[in-house]
Nanobody, 128 residues
Framework: QVQVMESGGGSVQAGGSLRLSCAAS????????VGWFRQVPGKGREEVAT???????RYADSLKGRFTISIDSAKTLTYLQMNSLIPEDTATYYC??????????????????????GGQGTQVTVSS
């Protein structure tokens, strides 16, 4: 089982940037997926981005161009770079991870991430 821990949240003014980190441990297979989602109290979770073990990324259409997901060379830290932040980005951000010994195309998707539990989350607050 893969365990994750988020960090890097904080308070910024609109237009600012933050970089979130997701530390994942327990990977045994190369076929892996790490994703970020966010949630506001009283609302459903919103998938943000995913990245697989080969570095293939997916983004929510509304966030393309402002958010960038990446993974470090050791493949243990996944980052979410958030630029041009707006108040609507205020939320608790979570990461989640999965792995499989199978080789499957198009496996690391929002549908996969939507069924996973995140870590404890990290709060992002954007003020106008």
């Amino acid at each position: 089982q893969v365990q994750v821990m988020e960090s890097g949240g904080g308070s910024v003014q609109a237009g600012g940037s933050l970089r979130l980190s997701c530390a994942a441990s327990g990977f045994k297979y190369r076929q892996r997926c790490v994703g970020w989602f966010r949630q506001v109290p009283g609302k459903g979770r919103e998938e943000v981005a995913t990245i697989d073990g080969r570095g293939v990324t997916r983004y929510a259409d509304s966030l393309k161009g402002r958010f960038t997901i990446s993974i470090d060379s050791a493949k243990t830290l996944t980052y979410l770079q958030m630029n041009s932040l707006i108040p609507e980005d205020t939320a608790t951000y979570y990461c989640a991870a999965a792995q499989t010994p199978l080789v499957m195309a198009n496996w690391c998707t929002f549908s996969l991430i939507s069924g996973l539990r995140g870590g404890q989350g990290t709060q992002v607050t954007v003020s106008s």
